[in-house]
């Protein structure tokens, strides 16, 4: 279901599966919890093959970001789908949870207005 792509000393990325909602947000949060209690800076999360998203998964992603700022980490969403990234920005998301444009973005702390609307990602596999 998820799969962790890369791991640094300091940073996590982790793919999405491309349904994140009532079924499975759980499972992913609690599988990205014990990722972040293994150690690690920085979670991204690369959002590159989600195709839906629920408030279910949008509330996982908020709950791990809180978890990460507890343990004095960051979240970072990566390559969102164009929809989704309007999405979260009529809900105020982007405030709390900057969208990176890929996951190569995300991962060196890059974040532009010009780059914000992208939905481009690096694949690591």
Not at 64 to 74: E, F, I, K, Y
Not at 100 to 117: E, K, M, Q, S, Y
Request: aromatic residues 4%; charged residues 20%.
């Amino acid at each position: 279901m998820l799969r962790v792509r890369v791991r640094h000393a300091d940073a996590t990325v982790v793919r999405l599966p491309t349904e994140v909602d009532y079924g499975n947000a759980s499972d992913i949060g609690a599988q990205c919890e014990d990722l972040i209690k293994e150690g690690g800076a920085t979670l991204v999360l690369d959002a590159s093959e989600v195709q839906y998203l629920d408030s279910s998964g949008v509330s996982m992603i908020i709950t791990l970001s809180r978890a990460l700022d507890n343990h004095a980490g960051t979240l970072r969403l990566a390559a969102l789908s164009d929809h989704y990234q309007q999405v979260w920005r009529l809900l105020g998301l982007g405030a709390l949870l900057p969208v990176f444009p890929t996951v190569h973005a995300a991962l060196d702390g890059r974040l532009t207005d010009a780059c914000a609307d992208t939905s481009e990602s690096l694949d690591h596999a």
